[in-house]
């Protein structure tokens, strides 16, 4: 359970909501803003592959990428002895990964980001072999190759100090991986077309269906949950294409969020969305204050006495107790009237979490506490 006392948090007393206000008009929002197609996803690549090149900053004697060396070269046409040790400091093994995005073609290219996987320092300066990127499916969906980028760097000097900026054994290549497969999806393929909400909510999706439908046509769209609504679409490709972009750019009002109250520990920020509400409650708020102190004495013997001068401990010990007021809380009190409360009775922001955690433990608090 948070406190007020350990925590100093800022009150962001704001209006928490899916549809923003101005000037007194709803402002409404794309079907594109609100909305994915079903099938229509990204997929994510992974590879592992060798960085060279490299300024000294590599894996050095690494069994792997001695092991990945050998074997690279081997492939090559270069031959290595067994008993000859490879010292591939400028050699850095590598793991890359990738996003291939939907509806990608062959020839498309597409970021990369590299990380060591060993002990390399820095891959500053290094250029990355041809590396196959793998999808869950073990197939391979890309080539990677190219000069890598390092927005990191790192100095060391001979009496073993060191000062290292941002990370320098991450790296990205930007257009680093050509597409060599794609993916089908299912857009040209289903008769219907899936458009799922990115927040579920069963008055969004009534919305949705209603607009649909009144552009459209009666019958065209139905909503299959709190989260989908199925379209009925063309059967032709590219008429299926027009319909669609009619079809993310209609707008309609989304419906405001449920009445909720969340606190991030980390940044130290409350906000309170705009419905909650709480029961009739009166709250007494109060600090108690010890106050301890080591206060040390000298004890002087009497003259013409065998004592000795010693010092011997001493505590003061303090109490203050503020007498702040109890404040009552109406039926269905608003957020303007909670926030004017807390800070009436001279209660910090942070003393509002302990406030709310109780009213929610006596039942009063009609909104969802959210500790992230």
Do not use: C
Not at 153 to 177: C, K, L, Y
Not at 237 to 251: A, D, G
Not at 339 to 359: K, M, Q, R, S, Y
Request: hydrophobic share 40%; charged share 15%.
């Amino acid at each position: 359970m948070l406190s007020g006392k350990d925590l100093s948090f800022t009150v962001f007393a704001g209006l928490v909501l899916l549809l923003s206000i101005s000037s007194g008009a709803a402002r409404a929002d794309r079907v594109k803003d609100l909305t994915k197609i079903e099938g229509v996803r990204s997929n994510q690549l992974i590879g592992y592959g060798l960085v060279v090149g490299l300024n000294g900053t590599g894996d050095g004697s690494g069994e792997v990428t001695t092991q990945s060396l050998r074997s690279m070269m081997s492939r090559l046409g270069v031959n290595i002895p067994p008993g000859v040790t490879m010292q591939a400091k400028n050699v850095a093994a590598v793991a890359l990964h990738a996003t291939l995005p939907a509806f990608a073609k062959t020839g498309m290219k597409i970021d990369i980001t590299l990380s060591s996987v060993g002990s390399a320092k820095s891959l500053r300066g290094g250029s990355l072999l041809m590396t196959p990127l793998r999808g869950a499916d073990n197939e391979v969906y890309a080539i990677a190759q190219g000069n890598v980028v390092v927005s990191g760097f790192g100095a060391e000097g001979s009496d073993g100090s060191r000062i290292t900026v941002n990370v320098p054994s991450v790296g990205r290549i930007i257009n680093g991986a050509t597409v060599e497969r794609t993916i089908d999806t299912p857009f040209g393929i289903n008769r219907e077309v899936v458009l799922n909400l990115n927040v579920p909510d069963f008055t969004t999706a009534n919305r949705l269906v209603k607009v649909i439908n009144n552009t459209v046509g009666p019958g065209t769209s139905y909503a299959r949950d709190a989260g989908s609504v199925v379209v009925s679409s063309p059967e032709d490709t590219s008429q299926r294409v027009s319909f669609i972009s009619l079809l993310e750019n209609l707008t309609l009002k989304p419906a405001e969020a449920s009445a909720r109250i969340i606190i991030n520990s980390r940044t130290g920020t409350v906000v309170i969305g705009k419905h909650v509400q709480v029961l009739p409650a009166a709250v007494s708020h109060g600090n108690l204050i010890v106050t301890i102190t080591q206060d040390p004495r000298v004890s002087q013997p009497a003259p013409q006495t065998q004592g000795q001068t010693v010092v011997v401990p001493g505590t003061n010990l303090t109490l203050k107790q503020e007498n702040n007021r109890m404040f009552k809380f109406d039926p269905g009190v608003s957020l303007d009237q909670i926030v004017a409360a807390v800070n009436e009775v001279g209660a910090a922001p942070g003393d509002l979490v302990a406030i709310l955690e109780a009213l929610k433990e006596a039942g009063a608090l009609r909104a969802d506490l959210i500790v992230i």
